[in-house]
């Protein structure tokens, strides 16, 4: 069983920077593909950043040059570093893991609230 836990939400103005990590209990870190997502009031929950085994990476388009995922697999920890913030990117964000060989996200954190104020 794999267990994550997110720390690093808070309250900030907009322009400010925040870095959210994810910790990784239960598994082999390293056979596991990482991502964060997230959901504003209202809206589904949408993927904000992926990072794979390897380290190769993706950013949803409204987060691109703002956002930045990474991973330390000596530490079995995911990073979100989110610089420029937006009001919009206010939201849950949650980490989540899948297994290298699986389609679907199968483990989630329980969430950690940013808001951000213009």
């Known amino acids: 069983q794999v267990e994550l836990s997110e720390a690093g939400g808070g309250s900030v103005q907009g322009g400010d920077s925040l870095r959210l990590s994810c910790a990784f209990l239960g598994r082999t870190f390293s056979m596991y593909v990482m991502a964060w997502f997230r959901q504003g009031p209202g809206a589904e929950r949408e993927l904000v950043a992926e990072i794979t085994s390897g380290g190769s990476t993706y950013e949803a388009d409204s987060v691109k040059g703002r956002f930045s995922i990474s991973r330390d697999n000596a530490k079995n920890v995911v990073y979100l570093q989110m610089n420029s913030l937006k009001p919009e990117d206010t939201a849950v964000y949650y980490c989540?893991?899948?297994?290298?060989?699986?389609?679907?996200?199968?483990?989630w954190g329980q969430g950690t609230q940013v808001t951000v104020s213009s």
């Open positions: 989540a893991s899948k297994h290298i060989s699986t389609a679907s996200y199968a483990y």
